[in-house]
């Protein structure tokens, strides 16, 4: 089976690629000859995850899944939550923190978290489906979502070398080590993505 992963994030792709497998061929935008920056305009990642899927559907008729993660910090009433990837860059006027830089947007997690005594987080995934399993093209296609969370918290300090974006600061419940340490074989088992994949493979694999 092929299906398309709304996503250039190589990050994401070898995630998905390796909790999936060879069960499902994934291909990312630059395979399909995609090199829109596809909006996100929605307020949550529902709408984020299905605006870039639908947009893929209608523009290039395949199968398709797309995602949204957030960081959701108890203490911050759920922020950064969907602005997670550009957290540093909305409260600064430096022209030169850009969106989805980690460092920044971990640098101002952890000051806001600093004497806060509450450290409970989550990430959570939602994955958008949209499928076409008739032959054909005619048929109504399904939309389908997934979801994922793991619980943790946010540490103080930064901690490991692999992974992306905060894993270096969050730390899964049931673990002493964040993401980062963890590595991708563990990450891959626990992480919220792995929980909304798993989902998202199920399904299918078995429809």
């Known amino acids: ?6 996503t250039n994030n190589k990050n994401k792709l070898k995630e998905i690629r390796e909790i999936l497998g060879d ?4 291909l ?6 995609c090199d829109v920056d596809i909006p996100e305009t929605g307020e949550t990642l ?3 995850a299905l605006q870039k899927a639908q947009y ?16 959701e910090v108890e203490a911050l009433n759920g922020a950064p939550g969907i602005y997670s990837a550009r957290y540093a860059s909305m409260a600064s006027s430096d022209n030169h923190i850009a ?11 952890l000051h806001e978290l600093k004497g806060i005594d509450n450290r ?8 958008a489906l949209i499928i076409n399993q008739a032959e054909s093209d005619q048929e109504t296609p399904k939309t389908i979502l997934f979801e994922g969370i793991v619980e943790g918290q946010i540490i103080q300090e930064r901690r490991g070398g692999e992974g992306f974006g905060y894993d270096p600061i969050f730390q899964p ?4 080590k964040t993401f980062a340490e963890l590595g991708l074989p563990i990450k891959n088992k626990i992480s919220h993505r792995a929980r909304a994949v798993t989902k998202l493979t199920d399904y299918l694999l078995n429809t």
């Open 120 to 127: 409970k987080a989550r990430f959570r995934t939602v994955i």
């Open 46 to 48: 529902e709408e984020n």
């Open 173 to 176: 419940d049931g673990y002493d």
């Open 56 to 71: 893929i559907y209608d523009h290039y008729h395949l199968n398709v899944f797309a995602d949204d993660t957030g960081l």
């Open 23 to 26: 069960r499902v061929e994934v």
């Open 99 to 109: 969106s989805h830089d980690s460092e920044a947007n971990m640098t101002r997690l």
């Open 28 to 33: 990312s935008l630059k395979d399909i000859g």
């Open 1 to 6: 089976m092929k299906i398309v992963f709304a």
